[in-house]
């Protein structure tokens, strides 16, 4: 049997306000998700732990996920926000030193008009001061915003990156060979790792097929190869275009007749090792 964490995934109470992200499109996530509505799922499909992922650009929400980890022993690891530009940042950092479950931070890169927003000089500084303490930083960025991405990696030898949700490529369309390209540069920095997550809302919401995935996840093996690669659900966003299943039995399906040891690693060991789990 093969050990399996959930890298990636959310909860939150619902408020329009807070969640204005969530659209008339997404009404299906307009309601609240905790920590007991996902269990018995995770308990049905053998996954025995995950990361939860911040989903609101505030830091109240690492409270919220910091204290329902601390109530339930199978959410393993929270990624949080905080603003990276703020002057008082170290003070900030500091407040979270007693939080052992806290293991990394992100920013919804994907919702800045400025492509290069990443590259933002007091940004930077932010980045630098959080890799110091040891965190960890989840890279959500749209696939034009993988060059910023690139350039920041490269001025971070020792900080350790992973690509959310393979930077959301136009799984509709299929136009990708920049996409491609920049996911091969961006993987050839050896501190960098990423999620097979977030695919099924890339494609076409109501008919999709698991072989559409396969050449993204191609891709992904090829450039960062068995050692920086896990899963992630990305529930309960997944449930616009799908269910926990058939999220879990995609990358299954993919890896099937791979050896235990690099299932081990995909489901469980780099998770592990990547966030310290």
Known sequence: MINKIDAHQ????????DYSWINEEMLNLKTDFLPDDLLPVLTANGVEGTVA??????EKENEFLL??????PFILGVVG????????LAARLSNYDAFNKLKGFRHVLQDEED??????????RGLSAMFDI???????VLPHQLKGAIKTVSNFEKGSFIL?????????????????????????????YCKLSGMITEAAWSHWEEKEFY????????????????????????KLAGSYEQVIGLVEGYFKGHSESTLQKIWYSNAVNFYRL
């Open 115 to 124: 492509s290069e927003y990443i590259l933002n000089e007091a940004f930077q």
């Open 53 to 58: 992922v911040q989903a609101l650009q505030d």
């Open 10 to 17: 959310h909860f939150w109470r619902y408020d329009p306000i």
């Open 164 to 192: 959310d949700h393979l930077a959301k490529p136009d799984i509709k369309t299929g136009q990708n060979e920049k996409w491609k390209d920049n996911i091969k540069a961006l993987a050839e920095f050896p501190n960098v």
């Open 215 to 238: 050449p993204y996840m191609d891709t992904v093996m090829e450039a960062f190869g068995e050692d920086r690669v896990m899963f992630g659900s990305d529930w309960p966003v997944c």
């Open 81 to 88: 926000w905080i603003d990276l530009k703020s002057p008082n």
């Open 134 to 140: 040891g965190y960890s930083y989840d890279l959500l």
């Open 67 to 72: 204290e329902l980890a601390e109530n339930h």
